[in-house]
């Protein structure tokens, strides 16, 4: 009798299971085709270039105290090598304090990238949670993560429904499709 009731059971709890409605963004093509996000990478790119160029400029010019330093070395008296190299050392610190300060892991590349790309990030989270919830999705991965997806089903790939939803197509184009985002 257990068994009979057993096997219906176990029938019914994997119809449901394997039931369950799934789908995939790949978030980076997401991106990609958002031309707010491409200007906001494109204003980090140029701001690292400037604050990498304002360090190197600051090594270099350690580089001419040390080589300036090693051909009068011979000639400075102990108090003035000492003082010399204590320059030297301190301006080494100073740039390499700064390049954390710029560089690091919560520097000022960090906070603008924060300040740029999240607002642009919350917003394709945002769509992805709607058709989510709209097209009861009960799970939603991400292509472009580390999750590895050795096969995917194209008709299951929600990337351009996201671009849609959020007012674009691929390419970048804005599009008036009528809708209003519920996050303007």
């Known amino acids: 009798m257990k068994k009979i009731i057993l096997i219906p059971a176990l029938i019914l709890f994997f119809g449901v ?25 494109d204003q980090l790119d140029e701001q690292a270039i400037e604050w990498q160029k304002e360090i190197e400029a600051k090594f270099q010019e350690i580089d001419k105290l040390y080589k300036a330093f ?12 000492k003082k010399r190299e204590e320059e030297i ?14 560089f690091g892991s919560n520097g000022d590349l960090f906070t603008k990238r ?31 993560s580390d999750l590895i997806m050795l096969y995917t089903n194209p008709k299951l790939d929600l990337s351009d429904e996201v671009l849609a939803k959020l007012g674009y197509t691929p390419g970048g184009h804005s599009i008036d499709n009528g809708e209003k985002d519920d996050n303007e």
Not at 19 to 33: C, F, P, S
Not at 70 to 81: F, G, I, N, R, W
């Open 17 to 41: 299971a394997f039931a369950q409605k799934i789908g995939y963004v790949d978030t980076k093509y997401i991106l990609e085709n958002i031309p707010e996000y491409n200007a906001a990478q």
């Open 70 to 81: 090693q051909a009068e070395h011979v000639l400075l008296p102990e108090d003035m090598k």
């Open 89 to 102: 050392i301190n301006k080494e610190k100073e740039t390499k304090e700064l390049q954390k300060k710029r």
């Open 114 to 144: 924060q300040e740029l790309i999240k607002p642009v990030q919350d917003k394709v989270f945002a769509a992805i949670n709607d058709i989510a919830t709209k097209g009861n999705y009960q799970v939603i991965f991400d292509k472009s």
